[in-house]
């Protein structure tokens, strides 16, 4: 089955913001969450303050391996600079 996700907003710069807004959270119908990838900085998880150590690449896992049980609750499983994804 081939299906598409198309997420689209319009932005507006105030002169304050220096990147374009992030979507930082979205639910997938079931039957996607198994193997998911991409071209993005990889394999593993980075974020803006580190993602120089992560190269650019195709990259493919599994949903459920994208998140890390920290003790602290916090952000888990980010990729940065991803141009294109598959579920």
């Known amino acids: 089955m081939v299906a598409a996700i198309i997420v689209e ?3 507006y710069p105030d002169g ?3 990147e374009i807004p ?3 959270h979205f639910s997938l119908f079931s039957g996607f969450e198994k193997e998911c990838g991409g071209f ?3 394999p593993n998880e ?3 303050g ?3 150590g992560s190269r650019m690449g195709i ?3 599994y949903a459920d391996s994208m998140t890390v049980p ?3 609750i916090g952000e888990t499983g980010q990729r940065t600079d991803v141009k294109w994804t598959t579920f």
């Open 9 to 11: 907003y319009t932005f």
């Open 16 to 18: 304050a913001m220096s």
């Open 22 to 24: 992030n979507v930082e």
């Open 40 to 42: 993005g900085r990889g």
């Open 46 to 48: 980075n974020y803006v």
């Open 50 to 52: 580190r993602n120089q």
């Open 59 to 61: 990259y493919s896992t």
């Open 70 to 72: 920290y003790m602290e």
